[in-house]
Nanobody, 120 residues
Framework: QVQLVESGGGLVQPGGSLRVSCVAP????????MGWYRQAPGKQRELVAH???????LYKDSVRGRFTISRDSAKNTMYLQMNSLKPEDTAVYYC??????????????WGQGTQVTVSS
């Protein structure tokens, strides 16, 4: 069973920063396109940041310039650095892995999610 394991969520004040991490098996990390989605209560899950073919990265418009996706191949770990956080960033953040490198590629594996709450 493939496991993507997120960590690093928590409560942060508006304007603060937080980094979430995702550890994946080696074969996933080296062969799949990985990214971050989020889902707020009552809303659909949405793409936040994703590694794409090219290679390139894709960001949701509202987080571009504030969030940065990165990866450490030596640790099989992907990160999402979130700065200047806003209350509307509050959501469960999910790590994802897809065989395809397009924004329309279906996700093959999901992590269990980590809660990020932005509130004063």
């Amino acid at each position: 069973q493939v496991q993507l394991v997120e960590s690093g969520g928590g409560l942060v004040q508006p304007g603060g920063s937080l980094r979430v991490s995702c550890v994946a098996p080696g074969f996933i990390f080296s062969s799949f396109y990985m990214g971050w989605y989020r889902q707020a209560p009552g809303k659909q899950r949405e793409l936040v940041a994703h590694f794409m073919s090219g290679p390139s990265t894709l960001y949701k418009d509202s987080v571009r310039g504030r969030f940065t996706i990165s990866r450490d191949s030596a640790k099989n770990t992907m990160y999402l650095q979130m700065n200047s956080l806003k209350p509307e960033d509050t959501a469960v953040y999910y790590c994802s892995a897809a065989r395809g490198g397009s924004r329309y590629s279906p996700v093959d594996y999901w992590g269990q999610g980590t809660q990020v709450t932005v509130s004063s």
